[in-house]
């Protein structure tokens, strides 16, 4: 009984550890559904940037007096608790960047530069984000290569007896096979490590985007055996501007470098360079010190929260528990059309029907009425949720959507949270039907 009632303290306080929940929007309680997109920081994240910038503000890597020594520790230090808690080996396999996008970029212009010819196949999957679309495109166009997309089955899940059929069909054509782990749009949670040994199977490698797992699955490099994983700081209640890509160390050692220039060599010559270290050689010039090192504040305060809470089966169960708690209030209502199945995790898509929706991209939508009013509605209710196409375009079109709402949680979300959303999302749509 004391240690149910430690834990539901603990979850209650970690809303209070979030400066940002404080404040009224028009005299209502923010309530803030929009986690997918970016998470709110911590008090702890925030005090770290103004500790960094108030008391050892220098640069890394250069000078050797005491503020130098003290980032570059930090700096060093924040790769170390990113390493840690991915399981990677060292954190020579962890590479800075300012999110998930940058590195799927940085993958696919090095290692899928080096290693695609024309005529060999890419697979991605139906539900990527546009970030794991487009970089593969924009390298097509050079080179030539295939890009082949996993299909998704009638319960929203991705058809592995395809790619395992592919995999076989393609053999040594086949270089590389890049997923997204828990689709931002659907909340299906892929079997990452099935999609890697298949990749293993043919000699092609994996690359797993993270940016939505990382902040509620537990995540270990090495048992998944990917090749590189990518996250973004910000949906880890990190700052923006943070992130990583780990890539395994045997691949990073024949990888091309990336961007040229300051910190990422050892010696220059006017006619030749020679390479620094791993991780550096791929941290180009001045990086992101404050935020990268904030990162590492975020990863600790992210791993003690969710200890506290009785670990990530007890953050996945709250998750699954406010999804149905979500999604049974509007069973009865005919105009609740969900998108994907009601397995899933951090995120509730959906539409109202006979409205659409397009987010910031105004213009887009061309049938049915438009959904504006709804969303100012709640909006002016303090409740922030999401509406367009989610950087996944492909997805809706797949499925014949047009753009999408999206409700998606934090680990600061609550009942509380829920009831309101559900409430204000009833309202909004019977003032406007
Ligand atoms: C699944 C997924 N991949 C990649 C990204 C891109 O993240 P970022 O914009 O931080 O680079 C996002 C962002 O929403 C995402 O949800």
Redesign the pocket.
């Known amino acids: 009984m004391k240690i149910l009632i430690m834990k539901k303290n603990n979850k209650n306080n970690i809303k209070k550890q979030f400066p940002i929940f404080k404040q009224k929007i028009n005299g209502n309680p923010l309530i803030y559904l929009d986690s997918?997109?970016?998470t709110q920081k911590p008090q702890d994240v925030i005090d770290c940037i103004e500790d960094y910038y108030s008391k050892y503000n220098s640069n890394i890597h250069r000078s050797a007096h005491q503020l130098a020594r003290k980032a570059t520790e930090k700096w060093i230090e924040a790769h170390e608790i990113i390493a840690d808690f991915l399981n990677a080996k060292s954190y020579k396999e962890i590479i800075f960047l300012?999110?998930?996008?940058?590195?799927?970029n940085l993958f696919v212009n090095t290692y899928g530069k080096q290693n695609l010819k024309k005529g060999d196949y890419v697979i991605i999957s139906e539900m990527?984000?546009h970030?794991?679309i487009v970089p593969w495109q924009i390298l097509q166009k050079e080179i030539d290569f295939n890009i082949e997309y996993i299909p998704i089955n009638s319960e929203y899940r991705l058809d592995l007896d395809w790619l395992k059929k592919r995999a076989d069909e393609l053999k040594d054509k086949l270089k590389i096979i890049s997923v997204?782990?828990?689709?931002?749009v659907l909340g299906t949670v892929n079997d990452i490590k099935e999609i890697t040994s298949i990749a293993h199977s043919v000699g092609a490698v994996s690359l797993v985007?993270a940016?939505?797992s990382v902040a509620r699955l537990k995540i270990d490099v090495q048992n998944i055996d990917c090749d590189a994983l990518?996250f973004?700081g910000?949906?880890i209640y990190g700052p923006t501007g943070s992130?990583a890509i780990y890539v395994k160390e045997k691949i990073l050692e024949k990888m091309p470098p990336y961007m040229g220039g300051g910190e990422m060599i050892r010696e220059v010559h006017k006619d030749s360079f020679s390479l620094n270290e791993l991780p550096w050689r791929y941290e180009a010039g001045t990086p992101n010190i404050a935020d990268g090192i904030a990162l590492g504040e975020a990863i600790e305060w992210f791993n003690k929260t969710v200890t506290d809470l009785g670990g990530y089966e007890r953050l996945v169960e709250h998750e699954k528990s406010l999804i149905n708690r979500f999604l049974s209030n509007f069973e009865e209502m005919e105009w609740f059309k969900l998108f994907g199945s009601k397995e899933r995790l951090g995120v509730i898509t959906f539409n109202i029907d006979g409205f659409s929706f397009s987010g910031c991209k105004k213009g887009t939508v061309e049938s049915n009425k438009y959904g504006e009013e709804i969303i100012n509605f709640l909006s002016s209710k303090g409740l922030c949720i999401r509406d367009g196409f989610?950087?996944?375009q492909p997805l809706h079109e797949r499925f014949d959507k047009g753009p999408t709402l999206r409700v998606s949680l934090g680990i600061y979300s609550d009942e509380a949270d829920i009831d309101r959303a559900v409430k204000l999302i009833k309202e909004g749509v019977l003032r406007v039907m």
Do not use: F, P
């Open positions: 997918a997109a970016t300012r999110n998930c996008t940058e590195g799927i990527e984000h970030s794991n997204v782990h828990i689709s931002n985007d940016a939505q990518v973004s910000h949906k992130g989610h950087c996944a």
